[in-house]
């Protein structure tokens, strides 16, 4: 049975729940890169330079519209799978074409958990100064206690600390697909602190036999990646398309 998000979600109104460059696109698909955004973000109102550019290079990126505050909840999760599946209906002519997730902050954490969690495997994944471990960042500031609350209180795990851990990247490094990850960290990040996130994170990936790369970047804050930097996280995701 199709969920409700499959049930509304089509290739002709994919513009209602997500910014999409597909309108764009005038030539064959070479893939799709499915961009996270951060807690509170409003989503693209217009074309940018850059999605723009992907479309030339028939890339179409996905910015799913589905509330601020969803840290991949199952809704989240669900509404996201319902648009990837109607990108690749539409689009892919039946190839199977590489998806590269991506985002930053809470954006960041979908990018590394969406891969557990949903319908498409990944080719790669990019995060820039991610949470990785939800359940160490729910005590980490005051406001946060009630945005895990609103993402997870209707939920149908046990309980929330279960749902934190089932919702954290670190928390479920053994089913971590075998690809790729790249993560990027501010070391002067102050609202999601490198240390006990992405660092740690990449330590245990690495004990793991798995391939995770890890980018500390001296005099950064949050999701600031200076020009260099930022070329080499944009670097990374399109080299999956050459």
């Known amino acids: 049975m199709k969920t409700v998000p499959e049930q509304i979600i089509t290739p002709e109104n994919l513009s209602r ?37 992907l479309a030339e290079k028939g890339l179409i990126q996905i910015f799913p519209y589905y509330g601020p505050w969803a840290w991949m909840n199952s809704g989240a999760v669900k509404i996201t799978d319902a648009l990837v599946s109607a990108v ?16 930053g902050s ?16 990944p080719a790669a994944a990019a995060a820039n ?7 160490h960042h729910f005590s980490a500031r005051k406001d946060l206690p009630r945005y895990f609350l609103c993402a997870y209180g209707g939920g149908g795990e046990a309980s929330l600390q ?13 089913d971590m697909p075998d690809i790729p990850f790249l993560l990027v960290h501010g070391l002067s990040d102050r609202v999601i602190e490198a240390a006990p996130n992405s660092e740690r994170f990449c330590a245990l ?17 949050h999701c600031d990646m200076p020009p260099g930097v930022s070329k080499e996280y944009y670097d990374f995701i399109l080299s999956f398309f050459e």
């Open 17 to 53: 729940f997500c910014y999409t460059n597909a309108p764009l696109l005038k030539r064959d698909l070479r893939g799709v890169i499915l961009t996270f955004h951060g807690r509170g973000e409003p989503g693209f109102l217009s074309h940018s330079p850059f999605s723009k550019e």
């Open 162 to 174: 279960e749902t934190l851990k089932r919702r954290s990247p670190m928390h479920r490094i053994n």
């Open 205 to 221: 990936m690495e004990q793991a036999g798995k391939n995770a790369r890890y980018v500390p970047v001296e005099g950064m804050g």
């Open 129 to 135: 100064c991610p949470a990785c471990d939800l359940v």
């Open 88 to 103: 690749y209906e539409r689009w892919a002519g039946g190839k199977d074409v590489p998806l590269v997730c991506e985002g």
């Open 106 to 121: 809470m954006g960041g954490l979908a990018a590394l958990i969406y891969p557990v969690l949903g319908c498409r495997k």
